[in-house]
């Protein structure tokens, strides 16, 4: 997953593991704040320019969006 996820969900362990073992003692109340940009969106046609600019295929394209690489 991503930084921000693995970020997310290890605190949400630690939380939830201090409260079932020490009712919640040891939290300490750091704040984290995370910026996050807007999106740009592309056509259809922007999107198959950067494909065939960089020889990517269709389906090595999908790939890389969903992160499975």
């Given at each position: 997953m991503s930084k921000t996820y693995d970020l997310l969900a290890d605190s949400f362990t630690?939380?939830?593991n201090d409260y079932?073992?020490?009712n919640?003692?040891?939290l300490t109340h750091d704040k984290i704040?995370?910026?996050i940009s807007n999106v740009k969106q592309y056509s259809s046609s922007e999107i198959g320019h950067i494909r065939t600019s960089n020889n990517l295929?269709?389906?090595l394209l999908?790939?890389?969006n969903k992160g499975s690489l």
């Open positions: 630690e939380i939830i079932k073992n020490n919640g003692k040891n704040s995370i910026h295929m269709q389906s999908a790939k890389y």
